[in-house]
């Protein structure tokens, strides 16, 4: 079984800076891809940067140059550096873990909110 902890959410003002880390425990091999979502209100979750298995980093546009993914593999653990924060980026962040086959695992979530 696989469990993901999250941790370093909170309140930041517009232009500030958040680090977000994830650390997974139990059956986690470093081919595994790890990474992280976020979720509006009332909107479906949607992705915001994934380090592959492979190890390449993939970010969406919305956060290119300003978030960071780094991967420490002998303690599974993901982090995400969140710069320049904007008020869009409001939002529930969760990690995610994906371990093939269209299955994965979830964090429990954690609020960034951005706002003066």
């Known amino acids: 079984q696989v469990q993901l902890v999250e941790s370093g959410g909170g309140l930041v003002q517009p232009g500030g800076s958040l680090q977000l880390s994830c650390a997974a425990s139990?059956?986690?091999?470093?081919?595994?891809?790890m990474g992280w979502y976020r979720q509006f209100p009332g909107k479906q979750r949607e992705l915001v940067a994934m380090?592959?298995?492979?190890?390449?980093?993939i970010y969406v546009d919305p956060v290119k140059g300003r978030f960071t993914i780094s991967r420490e593999f002998t303690n599974n653990t993901v982090f995400l550096q969140m710069n320049s924060l904007k008020q869009e980026d409001t939002a529930v962040y969760y990690c995610?873990?994906?371990?093939?086959?269209?299955?994965?695992?979830w964090g429990q979530g954690t609020q960034v909110t951005v706002s003066s």
């Open positions: 380090f592959t298995g492979g190890g390449r980093t």
């Open positions: 139990g059956s986690v091999f470093s081919s595994y891809a």
């Open positions: 995610f873990l994906d371990i093939g086959g269209g299955d994965g695992y």
